[in-house]
């Protein structure tokens, strides 16, 4: 209980760093690490604090990354104790945090301080990623950093991401790859009116309908091995002036596709407008994309994470491309092997968020066996 991982994981929930705010995490993960070598660079855009810090020059580049920002705790009345003031009730720890995903930054650093203290003459390099950002729009932290390393030619060769992927037991799931997001605001224009009056109006909810209910219905793909069916969703719709006798003039409606490598952005935009189009609809979209699918077949990478998960709880992993986006998405656009694994995710961004605490230096011992495996010091 009171190991060093779980004595720096309460340190960092005590740390009120609700996104994009950090709050001090980075400069004390900082601090712990440049005493064994490591070389920080602090990188602030906008609002928003981030740390990339290596050390050693050689390759391969074993990385970890996450975020050290944590969502709005919600009303404090619903919680049992203080979000950050955290707390042992029933062998787990309560706060802000708790598992998405300031236990993974705190077995990050205690896995490497280890491992160094073991082979301080290791192969490769060894860093950290971390940002304020991920919780928030995600515009100033990883994606940044990224743009900032590739200008620079660097490049990652494995990537942990310490994400909450597990399901039920501490390394039951290892994220492989995550499905892209593609999002659209589209406006219907019909024709204002009264209601008593329909023939001199046209109601933009009624021309809707028709396209709506085959959007719903469409089969974007069969997905893969990897990947469920991409996915459509209306997440928000509105129309009307609030009145009762009015026929909208407009309707507004947000919609998501979660997609996986079967569909490609361009083929997604237009069979949409292919559809909108067929009914005749007057119509505007603005598109947004936040993340492209991105994969990590078994190799190097997978093998020694899930053989660490293995030797250390006797679970045998399993690999998934399920849940929402993650910075991964931007990682793997210098990194070819990045995979997520990071505590159970039963409760992360509820009311009385929570991790086991045996848990918390297990995850530790699975981050270190990989750099073991990964780096030959074995």
Sequence with gaps: MHSETFSLVTDLMSRRSVTPQDDGCQALIAQRLTKIGFVAEHMRFGEVDNLWIRRGSATPVLCFAGHTDVVPPG??????????????????LYGRGAADMKTSLAAFVTAIEQFVSEQAGHAGSIALLLT??????????????????????????YCVVGEPTSVERLGDMIKNGRRGSLSGEIVITGVQGHVAYPHLARNPVHLFAPALA????????????????????????????????????????HFNFRFSPQSTIEELKKRTSDILDRHGLNYHIKWSLSGKPFITRRGRLVEAVSTAVKSTTGIDPKLSTTGGTSDGRFIADICDEVVELGPVNATIHKINEKVAIEDIATLSRIYHQTIAQLLNGS
Excluded: C
Aim: charged share 25%.
């Design 214 to 253: 085959e959007l719903a219905a469409t089969t974007w793909d069969e997905g893969n091995e990897f990947f469920p069916p991409t996915s459509w969703q209306v997440s928000n719709m509105r129309a009307g002036t609030g009145a009762t006798n009015v026929i909208p003039g407009q309707l507004h409606a």
């Design 75 to 92: 009303p404090l009345e619903s919680w049992t104790s203080d979000p950050f003031k955290p707390e042992i009730r029933d062998g787990h």
């Design 132 to 157: 304020s950002d991920e919780e928030g729009p995600a515009k100033d932290g990883t994606v940044r950093v990224v743009e900032t390393l590739k200008s620079r030619g660097e490049r990652i060769d």
